[in-house]
Structures are given as structure tokens and as C-alpha cells.
């Protein structure tokens, strides 16, 4: 069991480009969650995966992030035409529906925004 | 909907004294609770969790957590603490169903030499 991964660890972008993240999760952990953390701030929820199916989605995710989980393993964070308000920690958790939900986390993709 | 208050943003206390951070969360329908702890640049470790039973909940490195309903009140103590924990401390609450964290907005503890 090597954890939760994420992937790339560090991304400095320029305002309106798209940047890209991916999340390894525990192998045979069913759900997959995305947080953003800001400074000095709390994560909060962004959407969650059982399996394949996204079945929550926050009002905090514009219509600029899109997230997938094509074959119920790992996901993709995308940010379009990216603004500085999206610098942030973004999180990635997984975890079996059979733990009553307890979460692991990922290292997290710090994203600057310039 | 659920909500999470942690009191105190920052915490100073001296090496090998005792500790408690304060979480207290709303809900109108049952909740699980969790401590998290996080250390510069990394993700969430899982300190301990509260699903059910015994309210009094053990978890790693000397931490333990007590689930108090009437006061809906999940406080975070540790007896004696030492430099390597300082961090900052989150405390979390889900429901059944989507099983997703809110969390409080984080205590600084800060151990002093």
C-alpha cells in the first residue's frame, strides 16, 4: 500500500492557461474526493467519485474545473483559463465506502497563479 | 447542513505540558468526527475518529479525542507535548451518504523549547 499520490506536486501557471492534476488513490479504495485549501484555511469539499460516477459536485467548482475518473481508479483535476483566485493547495482523498468513509490524504498540488 | 468551529487559531504551549484544542461542530443528524494534523507542505495525517461507542477515542502519537454530544463538542488533548508536534490541527465532521469532510478553519500549535 503506497498511499494516496498526487501529481505534480508544485505548478506555477500563468493567468488563463490550463493546468492539469492527477490523483493515484489507494488501490481498491472506491471513493476518490477533491478539496482546495487556501491559506490559513480549512480544505473544502470540491467533489467526489464512487468509482467511475461523480456524484457531488460543490457550487465552488465553476464551470471551469472538470474532474473524471474514467475507469474508477485514477482522477484528473482540470482547471481552465485558470485566474489567481484558483492559488490554492488542491487535495486529493480516497477511501473505501466499507471505512465509513474515514479519508487518507494525498500530498497535495500547490497551484500559484501569476 | 454541518458546520465546524475551532476556537482558538493558535496555540503556544511549552514542551511536556499538557494541551487541548477545542473543535465543536453543528448537525442536525448524526455525525462522525475526525482530527487530522498537517505539517508544512504536506497532506492530512489521520490523528484519530469518532464513529461511534465509546466516547472517549485514543489515536496516534499520545492523542485523544472526547465525544461529548450534549455539547456537541469534539476537544483534542494530548497530556505532555514535544516539539515534533507542532503542526497545525484540523477537525472534521461527515454524515452517512456522501461521507464528505467539513472542515473547521485549522488551530496553529506551536510547542516552545
Known amino acids: 500500500d503506497t498511499g494516496v499520490s498526487q501529481d505534480p506536486r508544485h505548478k506555477i501557471t500563468k493567468r488563463g492557461q490550463n493546468v492539469t492534476f492527477r490523483c493515484d488513490p489507494i488501490?481498491?479504495?472506491?471513493?476518490l474526493y477533491w478539496y482546495r485549501q487556501t491559506l490559513g484555511q480549512g480544505p473544502e469539499f470540491l467533489t467526489y467519485?464512487?468509482?467511475?460516477?461523480?456524484?457531488?459536485k460543490s457550487r465552488l467548482l465553476s464551470d471551469r474545473f472538470s474532474a473524471e475518473r474514467p475507469k474508477g481508479s485514477f482522477s484528473t483535476l482540470e482547471i481552465q483559463r485558470t485566474e489567481q483566485g484558483d492559488s490554492a493547495m488542491y487535495l486529493c482523498?480516497?477511501?473505501?465506502?466499507?471505512?465509513?468513509?474515514?479519508?487518507?490524504f494525498g500530498p497535495g498540488t500547490r497551484l500559484l497563479v501569476l | 447542513a454541518q458546520s465546524v468551529t475551532q476556537l482558538d487559531s493558535q496555540v503556544p504551549v511549552f514542551e511536556e505540558a499538557p494541551v487541548e484544542l477545542r473543535c465543536n461542530y453543528s448537525?442536525?443528524?448524526?455525525?462522525?468526527l475526525f482530527w487530522y494534523v498537517q505539517y508544512p507542505n504536506q497532506g492530512l495525517q489521520l490523528l484519530l475518529k469518532?464513529?461511534?461507542?465509546?466516547?472517549l477515542v485514543k489515536g496516534i502519537n499520545g492523542f485523544e479525542a472526547e465525544f461529548n454530544k450534549s455539547q456537541t463538542s469534539f476537544h483534542l488533548r494530548k497530556p505532555s507535548v514535544h516539539i515534533s508536534d507542532t503542526a497545525e490541527y484540523f477537525c472534521?465532521?461527515?454524515?452517512?451518504?456522501?461521507?464528505?469532510?467539513?472542515f473547521g478553519t485549522g488551530t496553529r500549535l506551536k510547542v516552545l523549547a
Open positions: 482523498a480516497s477511501s473505501l465506502v466499507s471505512d465509513i468513509g474515514t479519508q487518507y
Open positions: 488501490s481498491e479504495h472506491n471513493r
Open positions: 467519485f464512487q468509482n467511475e460516477a461523480q456524484l457531488e
Open positions: 448537525s442536525s443528524v448524526s455525525v462522525y
Open positions: 469518532y464513529l461511534s461507542g465509546s466516547t
Open positions: 472534521a465532521v461527515s454524515t452517512s451518504g456522501t461521507y464528505k469532510y467539513i
